[in-house]
């Protein structure tokens, strides 16, 4: 199995970019202040400060790693519109309930209000990659099958 692409907005790539670099400096150093400032308050073996700060500094590191591999190995750019539904779509479905909801296909940080995220990765994201406006969907998630109708295809524009 192929991992899908890893597509990002040009405004999002922006962001993480801004967010990495806040992390590498700004971030590292805060950490390193606190770090300092737990050891002066004696043994580390028992500082739940220092174990605080040094838990808070891994989330952070991972967190790094994370946007330096999205930053690395993305694609940079505006969705394309050919009528079939892709990463950086934004779908139109139905569901068996007759309930119509909107969901944007891509990685979650590209995620933007006013619409729900079908992840590629994800049973429904996987599913409707390469569908068409009245194609009906099937998928299996981990709350059992599902069927929905997609009514409308467009690139997201944000």
Do not use: C
Request: net charge negative; charged share 25%; hydrophobic share 35%.
């Amino acid at each position: 199995m192929s991992t899908p692409e890893t597509w990002l907005t040009p405004a999002v790539y922006q962001k993480l970019q801004e967010e990495y670099g806040t992390l590498t400096t700004v971030g590292r150093t805060h950490i390193a202040e606190r770090l300092a400032e737990a050891r002066a308050h004696g043994d580390i073996r028992e500082n739940a400060d220092y174990d605080a700060a040094k838990t808070e500094q891994g989330l952070m590191e991972a967190r790094i790693r994370k946007l330096r591999h999205l930053l690395d190995y993305s694609t940079i750019s505006e969705p394309a519109s050919d009528g079939t539904v892709q990463i950086g779509s934004i779908v139109t479905l139905k569901d068996e309930d007759g309930l119509e909801e909107d969901f944007l296909v891509a990685i979650p940080e590209n995620r933007v209000p006013g619409f729900l995220l079908a992840s590629p990765e994800g049973p429904l994201g996987t599913a409707l990659v390469g569908a068409e406006v009245g194609d009906d969907v099937a998928y299996q998630a981990p709350g059992g099958s599902f069927k929905v109708t997609v009514l409308a295809v467009r690139p997201y524009d944000g």
